[in-house]
């Protein structure tokens, strides 16, 4: 079983927050980020709709050489569907991916859910969101290792009582995706970021809405499929985090504590220790990260500023 941990180490460092800029506030809602840096420019994804949830979820994904000047170089849309939570990456034939969610609703009653990709060779001109995985599965975001995609999955049957399975997916190809394993912790509304460490050990910090609702902190040897499991006993939401070229691991992610806000932690193999609150509050959270000159980048959303904006900071 899960454990949670009794001491927490002490910082390698401590960060120094350099600036935060809102970026975008065009939608009337702007949401769940990622960022990363391709080629001369660093890319922002986040959801664009009126409200936090609806099926006129669009994708946008905007770009910027400097990171203060920002244009917009996509809007990815589908009928009658709220695509949401984009998550983007680099493929080993240097395209860019985005990973959605695809929401299917009828009125406000959700009736199917499923994951879509898209692709991109120039950062402008994107495919048309194709479905992968199964109907039921929610793919949180997936991360490039030795030329495949790996990504966890929240599985479960829209409108059905019954339990939610957590699914460890692999892709050669970003499209075709198949069960690597089962993964041994129970809850619901999973949200999973997968990372590999310089031993191609696989790491992953899960929010998990059930019992304490302790973030997890699971790590695993390949193939992947036996895992160990640390309650770090921090509620997280919308969780990712970063290896930097020292070692050091930082996360964020909504913490819920008195009031809803980003925070900024580090990170080991069965800890995370609260750093920084970052200026958010309200509907906020869902970070990116990207190391960049010797910075660390991360974007999020918030609306302490009364509209749901997207934020950048560098560390």
């Given at each position: 079983?899960?454990?949670?941990p009794l001491f927490?180490p002490?910082?390698p460092?401590t960060?120094?927050?350099?600036?935060v800029?809102?970026?975008?506030d065009?939608g009337?809602?702007n949401?769940f980020?990622?960022?990363?840096?391709?080629?001369?420019?660093?890319?922002?994804?986040f959801?664009?709709a009126?409200?936090?949830?609806?099926s006129?979820g669009?994708i946008?994904?905007?770009r910027?050489?400097d990171?203060v000047a920002w244009?917009?170089?996509g809007?990815?849309?589908?009928e009658?569907?709220?695509?949401?939570?984009?998550k983007i990456s680099?493929t080993?034939?240097?395209?860019l991916?985005?990973v959605?969610g695809g929401?299917?609703?009828?009125?406000?009653e959700?009736?199917g859910?499923q994951p879509?990709?898209?692709?991109?060779k120039?950062?402008?001109?994107?495919?048309v969101?194709?479905r992968?995985?199964?109907?039921?599965d929610w793919l949180?975001?997936?991360?490039?290792?030795?030329?495949?995609?790996?990504?966890?999955?929240?599985?479960?049957?829209?409108g059905e009582?019954?339990p939610r399975s957590l699914l460890?997916?692999?892709s050669?190809d970003?499209?075709?995706?198949r069960i690597?394993t089962?993964?041994?912790i129970?809850?619901n509304?999973?949200?999973?970021?997968?990372r590999?460490?310089p031993d191609?050990?696989?790491?992953l910090?899960?929010?998990?809405?059930?019992?304490?609702?302790?973030?997890?902190?699971?790590t695993s040897?390949d193939?992947?499929?036996?895992?160990?499991w640390?309650?770090t006993?921090?509620?997280?939401?919308?969780?990712?985090?970063?290896r930097?070229?020292?070692g050091?691991?930082?996360?964020?992610?909504?913490n819920?504590?008195?009031?809803?806000?980003?925070e900024?932690a580090?990170?080991?193999?069965?800890?995370?220790?609260p750093?920084?609150?970052l200026?958010?509050g309200?509907d906020?959270?869902?970070?990116?990260f990207v190391?960049?000159d010797?910075?660390?980048?991360?974007t999020?959303?918030?609306?302490h500023?009364?509209?749901?904006?997207?934020?950048?900071?560098?560390?």
């Amino acid at each position: 079983m899960p454990t949670q941990p009794l001491f927490i180490p002490p910082l390698p460092k401590t960060p120094k927050l350099l600036s935060v800029i809102k970026i975008w506030d065009q939608g009337g809602h702007n949401a769940f980020t990622d960022i990363i840096r391709h080629g001369d420019y660093f890319y922002v994804t986040f959801r664009e709709a009126e409200n936090h949830v609806g099926s006129d979820g669009a994708i946008r994904v905007i770009r910027s050489r400097d990171g203060v000047a920002w244009e917009s170089c996509g809007l990815l849309t589908e009928e009658s569907i709220d695509l949401r939570d984009p998550k983007i990456s680099v493929t080993p034939d240097k395209r860019l991916m985005l990973v959605m969610g695809g929401s299917d609703y009828e009125g406000k009653e959700l009736v199917g859910r499923q994951p879509r990709v898209a692709f991109s060779k120039n950062g402008t001109e994107w495919s048309v969101p194709q479905r992968v995985c199964s109907e039921g599965d929610w793919l949180w975001r997936v991360t490039w290792h030795e030329g495949r995609a790996y990504g966890v999955s929240n599985h479960y049957t829209v409108g059905e009582d019954a339990p939610r399975s957590l699914l460890l997916y692999v892709s050669d190809d970003g499209v075709n995706f198949r069960i690597r394993t089962i993964l041994d912790i129970t809850g619901n509304r999973f949200e999973v970021t997968a990372r590999f460490m310089p031993d191609g050990s696989m790491m992953l910090l899960a929010r998990r809405e059930e019992d304490d609702k302790g973030g997890y902190i699971g790590t695993s040897q390949d193939p992947y499929t036996d895992w160990s499991w640390n309650n770090t006993g921090i509620r997280v939401g919308g969780p990712d985090f970063i290896r930097l070229p020292d070692g050091s691991m930082w996360a964020g992610y909504r913490n819920y504590v008195k009031k809803a806000t980003t925070e900024f932690a580090y990170m080991t193999e069965k800890h995370l220790k609260p750093v920084l609150t970052l200026p958010s509050g309200g509907d906020t959270s869902y970070p990116g990260f990207v190391w960049h000159d010797d910075v660390l980048w991360m974007t999020y959303y918030s609306s302490h500023e009364e509209k749901t904006s997207i934020y950048p900071l560098v560390a």
